[in-house]
């Protein structure tokens, strides 16, 4: 992985000194704020450590809600960093507490949303790396592939495996992405509770800012 000078680590790590500011929940596509920004989302199944880690890479608890209840969360949620960037929790995906008429509407939401949001720069993917790539996310891959929207895949919960379990997760993604043409090559490894890849996620973040 390239390494971070220190110059642009006190940038990047400036950069999220202060949590973002919470602006709104989206449950209609009508909701949605201007495109005036850059946009990144966090997009990954259920329970994958989504809003955790959003929460470690501002240093706070109280960023993104976290929810005993996986996939109960269907808006998504906006945050302005600074005036200069917007970044959006999307609902996890792969399990829902909903009758399947709502689950449908809204994937097609999501994927309205995915397509038509001009100012959406990367999409950060979170895989728990304890499981791996599932039938879920290969289906987000597609999406993502047919919007035309970047994503990058983030490896959640590595301190939870061993480095040769997480080599090989890495090499099973890898292999995974290898035909997508919206992903990124780079996969990051991150541990929320261990505070480590954190940097690295930041520093691509603050690239949109």
């Keep these: ?3 971070i000078d220190s110059d642009n680590l006190q940038k990047v790590q400036k950069a999220f000194l202060y949590p973002p500011k919470f602006m709104l929940s989206v449950a209609k596509l009508e909701q949605l704020p201007p495109s005036d920004k850059n ?7 259920s329970n994958v450590g989504k809003s955790s880690l959003i929460n470690a890479l501002f240093n ?12 109960r969360t269907q808006q998504l949620n906006y945050f302005n960093m600074k005036d ?12 829902a507490k909903a009758p399947p008429s709502e689950v449908k ?3 097609q939401v999501l994927l309205t949303y995915l397509k038509g949001r001009v100012n959406l720069r990367r999409v950060f993917l979170l895989i728990d790396s304890r499981m791996g790539v599932k ?3 290969e289906d987000i891959f597609e999406q993502l592939d047919l919007a035309a929207v970047p994503y990058q895949i983030v490896l959640t919960k590595t301190d939870k ?3 040769a379990e997480l080599e090989e997760v890495k090499k099973q993604t890898a292999s995974k992405i290898k035909e997508h043409p919206a992903a990124h090559t780079i996969i990051l490894e991150t541990s929320a509770e261990k505070k480590t890849g954190l940097d690295e996620l930041r520093r691509e973040i603050a690239s949109f800012l």
């Excluded at 946009?39 to 199944?45: C, D, I, L, M, T």
Aim: hydrophobic share 35%.
């Design 135 to 137: 039938k879920a996310d």
């Design 105 to 107: 509407r809204w994937q």
């Design 84 to 95: 200069l960037l917007y970044l959006v929790d999307l609902p996890g995906y792969g399990y």
């Design 161 to 163: 495996i061993s480095k």
């Design 60 to 71: 706070r608890k109280d960023v993104a809600k976290t929810s005993s209840t996986p996939g």
């Design 1 to 3: 992985m390239e390494i």
């Design 39 to 45: 946009e990144v989302a966090f997009a990954g199944r």
